[in-house]
């Protein structure tokens, strides 16, 4: 899933922050691989961090949002997720 930097990057520079990167990858989350969107940036000298894993499905579209600041423990954080089937 490509997304356009303005289209994220835009909204967080109004808000205050800099140095924003944008990155577009897959990542495993509870057992499957999914498209994601890595985002970093800093806000008032404070590194922060985002991770969206976005899943695809007929006639919807979810989203799961992790975001940290200081160390980008994202990863970690989406490995509490699990499945309930």
Known sequence: METSKDMISGPLANMGMENITVENGTIEFIG??????NVSATYQGTPCYELMVI????????????????????????????ALN
């Open 55 to 82: 899943k695809k499905c007929p006639g919807y579209m979810s989203s799961v949002v992790i975001a940290t600041w200081e160390t980008n423990t994202t990863k970690d954080l989406l490995a509490n997720f699990y």
């Open 32 to 37: 499957k691989e999914y498209p994601c969107i």
